[in-house]
């Protein structure tokens, strides 16, 4: 079975620095998609980065970007310029991609508190 | 562009109560997710449904049951609610897993629970 593990329960961060949120998983499929979510405190989840496994490249959207690390079953997110509206709850999450039978349902590590220091 | 759509958003119910929680999967989404997420705590995965057959189950207890209706939307019902069913209760629905090109859940902004 396919674990997360967020090892971070808080961290801080002061305005406009630069934080990053560690995130290891095992499985042992090929093909699976990784996923960083945000909950804030409307505990709304938010889709903040997906990377596809085979994808050799780190994705990236704005602020934010990946070290995704396949061999090591490492996927940190990086936030750069951190702003007061990021302060949440993070989660990482893996999603089979469906190739070894698994039906897709997403599976979540333990969070990470971010606040973010004005 | 239409979302998941759950409701209701709130829910207040005693003890030995029954509750029912219903899901609108985003239009041409064929498969819906049920969560439960205790306050500070991880969503945990209940059950899932594709083209309305349950296609697997989590941690879902006995006193729980769910299905998905031939338009789609899934319904969770809690029977002989307890204290600790207290918790958010989210819907995620997306294409089949094996016709995915994100790989992405869209959830709902999930209903909330409260056990007294």
């Known amino acids: 079975a396919q674990t997360v593990t967020q090892s971070q329960p808080e961290m801080s961060v002061q305005e406009a620095e630069t934080v990053t949120l560690s995130c290891t998983y095992d499985?042992?499929?090929?093909?699976?998609?990784l996923f960083w979510y945000k909950q804030p405190p409307s505990r709304q989840m938010i889709l903040v980065i997906r990377?596809?496994?085979?994808?050799?490249q780190n994705a990236t959207e704005n602020r934010f970007s990946v070290n995704f690390q396949k061999a090591a079953k490492s996927f940190s997110l990086k936030i750069s310029d951190s702003q007061l509206g990021d302060a949440a709850m993070y989660f990482c999450?893996?999603?089979?991609?469906?190739?070894?039978?698994?039906?897709?349902?997403?599976?979540f590590g333990q969070g990470t508190t971010l606040q973010v220091k004005p | 562009a239409a979302g998941v759509i759950q409701s209701p958003r709130h829910l207040i119910k005693e003890k030995r109560e029954t509750a029912t929680l219903k899901c609108y999967p985003i239009p041409r989404h064929d498969t819906v997710y049920w969560y439960q997420q205790g306050p500070g705590q991880d969503p945990q995965f209940l059950i899932s449904f594709y083209e309305k057959m349950q296609s697997d189950k989590g941690s879902i207890p006995d006193r729980f049951s769910a299905q998905q209706f031939s338009d789609y939307h899934s319904e969770l019902n809690m029977s002989s609610l307890e204290l600790g069913d207290s918790a958010l209760y989210f819907c995620?629905?997306?294409?089949?897993?094996?016709?995915?090109?994100?790989?992405?859940?869209?959830f709902g902004e999930g209903s909330r629970l409260t056990v007294l």
């Open positions: 995620a629905s997306s294409l089949e897993y094996r016709r995915l090109n994100t790989g992405e859940l869209f």
């Open positions: 499985t042992s499929e090929s093909d699976y998609y």
């Open positions: 999450a893996y999603r089979s991609a469906g190739l070894s039978g698994n039906t897709g349902k997403l599976i």
């Open positions: 990377q596809e496994a085979y994808k050799q």
